[in-house]
């Protein structure tokens, strides 16, 4: 070994050394910062299910891969990052010895060939990923980027560390070529022959470049190991476990989807008729109130924007991102961490929990971050600002485009059931549906006997479900469908739809109460489980086995939450059934839709619950076979009405209205009809195109559901409408 060599090992061996003893302090602290949260047992078992969906995730891509070139270039990234560690390790060998190399392994061409391809893949993949960042940074990108918010430099840094090391690789084997050290012929090592016949024969040069890697890669780990809260690195290593420990691995998309996370208090669930917000957790008020997974989730983050860049909030100027709704409790959760980890915080009831003497060492900083409110405006120091809240649809584009599996929606609704039902603080005009909910079982305050008013004048009768009653399906009207005018009509066309085809159904008519939806979402969980039990008792009573439900807030409630309260059915929304019964023959389109048709999926039909091609056969067969014209964003990207989330009852005052966003791209597309399946979306799409008009944007645009289509094409001269005015709905 000469002096070169010895210089070189040394410089390495200290750096190593340096890096490693901080790393193990940075996973150390993450570790106690993830530990502050409350226990989550959900997250426990199906092991095998776990880890099968955890490396089907992460090794194929699975998610990412949805964003096409840049999820394939981060694929070739990622592999190159795992595969080519071994040439890190590799270089420990080098640095002492130009021929150096792993024992058993660096003279096998398999590994040489591979790791040169991999090698050369990821410089391509992460040069153009370089290329994405800057063309869309901030500023400089056409619309909004999605990078908005998130720490630059860092991903700057994390992306050219990787070219960096890539680079040395290639320079290593460059120099052992050129020196007849490396292993491998021509066909397994093209690159690194191609430097070797331009580099000069310098023995030291595999040395000193691979004193440089080191240097490089330990540096990397040095300044993540310095600033814990660098997503844009740490995800490499959390990604694993935050997918893993995901609250539902079974399903096809986002865990976070579908049914809301329950109610919780220390791990267990939340029971209200023994619950003492003394004594139990309701929602959460501090950050360590989150369950583990949740700040696992928060130290996650990559700030990679693609949650931000589908967010309908975000994209009609709302206050609300939810990468920096997730970045704000992150940098609030670790900067609160001395004070947490000195045994400081709040009990239930507001008191300090430690002593004088237990936080007379903790950093004034964090004492200061302790003080804060989770949720308040500038003037209050809040690390989420109420707007942010209430902004949310919950329409879960978020959860749908995270490829880490983070659950916004789940930590947005936590919040908004403390700041319901401990603070009462929520917006005014939402305080008028929970008490119409409470008093007359649905957010419209309406007359319960009211409920079966759509059927008068359709020329059968629908029968109502009793006990003991035989009937195939119960159809689940819904609140909307009962009494809004223009859900009436999608209602009264599903009935007649059903009673042509022979369909044995029925109705509980007042029997029915709003299943709670709009009470769970924004946050008021006692509501819901007063109505949802209300309902479970009363279609258990009566024997439903199928639920056939034209809403799809009431589709995912009766679906995937009322199992949890003893309500266990097969429930399909109204697309689904008509779907079958059309392609059964059972119902037979004779007239086709003229001037085009487009649909608008609703978020509650589509990315929750994964129902998208029913729909499009209805209205391809309405269309006499015809393809549908169909909106840029669409299916699992569907952009929201902006009714979601308990948002059709409350005011719309920043920024720009979000149907009218929606309402213009499908105005874009030139169809005459567009098409929904939710009579939240049918509210909102038609106030979109009402306005449109007023202002001379468009028209001959009609709003229907896809239901009141394939009627006017079963049976052209079909009445469909009630006779009563149309009125429109709150929002």
Not at 213 to 225: A, D, G, N, Q, R
Not at 243 to 252: H, L, Q, T
């Amino acid at each position: 070994m000469g002096v070169v060599e010895i210089v070189c090992t040394t410089i390495a061996g200290l750096i190593t050394l340096v890096a490693v003893a901080l790393a193990a302090r940075a996973v150390t602290r993450m570790f106690s910062v993830v530990r502050q949260g409350q226990p989550d047992p959900a997250r426990l078992g199906s092991w095998g299910v776990r880890t099968r969906v955890m490396l089907t995730e992460t090794l194929g891509h699975t998610r990412m891969l949805k964003w096409s070139a840049v999820g394939a270039a981060h694929w070739f990234v990622m592999v190159a990052f795992i595969v080519l560690s071994l040439l890190v390790l590799e270089a420990y060998f080098e640095v002492v010895s130009p021929a150096g190399g792993i024992p058993w392994l660096s003279g096998w061409v398999v590994f040489g060939f591979v790791t040169e391809i991999i090698g050369i893949l990821g410089v391509l993949g992460i040069l153009y990923l370089i290329s994405v960042r800057l063309r869309n940074r901030p500023g400089k990108a056409r619309g909004l980027s999605r990078f908005t918010g998130s720490t630059m430099w860092q991903g700057y840094f994390v992306e050219w560390i990787i070219v960096g090391v890539l680079v040395c690789g290639f320079l290593i084997r460059g120099f052992k070529a050129a020196t007849d050290h490396l292993e491998f012929p021509t066909w397994a090592a093209p690159l690194s022959h191609g430097l070797g016949s331009v580099l000069p024969a310098w023995e030291s040069g595999a040395p000193v470049v691979a004193a440089i890697k080191i240097v490089i890669s330990m540096t990397w780990l040095i300044v993540i190991s310095l600033n814990v809260t660098m997503g844009v690195a740490w995800h490499r290593f959390l990604a694993f476990p935050n997918i893993f420990f995901k609250r539902d691995p079974a399903k096809p998309a986002g865990s976070g989807l579908g049914a809301l996370k329950p109610m919780t208090s220390n791990g267990a669930l939340l029971d209200f008729e023994e619950a003492d917000p003394e004594k139990d957790q309701f929602g959460v008020a501090q950050v360590e109130q989150f369950t583990w997974k949740g700040l696992l989730d928060f130290s996650t983050c990559t700030e990679c924007g693609r949650c931000q860049s589908q967010c309908p909030a975000w994209n009609t100027g709302k206050p609300l991102s939810p990468k920096l709704l997730v970045l704000s409790l992150r940098d609030h959760a670790y900067a609160k961490a001395p004070y947490l980890l000195a045994g400081g915080g709040k009990d239930l009831t507001g008191e300090e929990k430690a002593s004088a003497e237990q936080l007379a060492g903790v950093d004034v900083l964090a004492m200061a971050e302790a003080d804060r409110p989770l949720i308040g405006g500038a003037a209050e120091g809040g690390v989420i600002d109420p707007d942010v809240l209430w902004s949310c649809t919950t329409c879960g584009a978020c959860v749908e485009q995270c490829p880490v599996d983070i659950e916004h929606v789940d930590h947005i609704v936590d919040m908004r059931r403390y700041q319901v039902l401990i603070e009462s603080s929520f917006p005014s005009e939402a305080g008028v549906m929970l008490r119409n909910l409470e008093n007359k079982g649905n957010p419209w305050g309406a007359p319960p006997n009211t409920r079966e008013d759509w059927t008068k004048g359709l020329d059968f009768e629908v029968p109502r479900a009793g006990a003991g009653d035989d009937f195939e399906y119960l159809f689940w009207v819904g609140c909307a469908g009962a009494f809004e005018d223009r859900a009436k009509k999608t209602t009264r066309a599903v009935a007649t739809l059903l009673h042509e085809a022979g369909v044995d159904f029925a109705i509980l008519g007042e029997g029915e109460t709003c299943t709670g939806d709009p009470a769970r979402r924004i946050g008021n969980e006692f509501v819901f489980q007063m109505l949802a039990q209300q309902n479970v008792e009363t279609l258990n009573e009566a024997g439903v086995k199928k639920i056939v439900a034209s809403c799809p807030h009431c589709f995912n409630t009766l679906r995937n939450e009322y199992g949890a309260l003893g309500g266990s059915f097969e429930v399909v929304h109204h697309t689904e059934l008509l779907a079958e019964l059309v392609s059964s023959g059972k119902l037979t389109p004779v007239q086709p839709v003229d001037g085009g048709v487009t649909f608008h999926d609703p978020c509650y039909l589509g990315r929750h619950n994964r129902v998208f091609t029913p729909p499009r056969e209805v209205l391809s067969a309405s269309a006499g076979g015809g393809e549908l014209t169909e909106m840029p964003r669409n299916s699992e990207r569907s952009f929201c009405c902006g009714a979601g989330g308990a948002r059709m009852w409350m005011e719309e005052r920043i920024g720009k209205r979000i149907n009218i966003e929606r309402v213009e791209e499908a105005i874009s597309t030139g169809a005459h009809t567009i098409a929904v399946g939710c009579p939240f979306c049918f509210t909102m799409i038609s106030d979109g195109v009402t306005a449109k008009q007023a202002a001379g944007a468009t028209d001959g645009v009609e709003v229907v559901d896809v239901a009141t289509v394939l009627l006017r094409s079963v049976r052209p001269e079909s009445p469909t409408a009630p006779t009563e005015p149309e009125v429109t709905a709150a929002g």
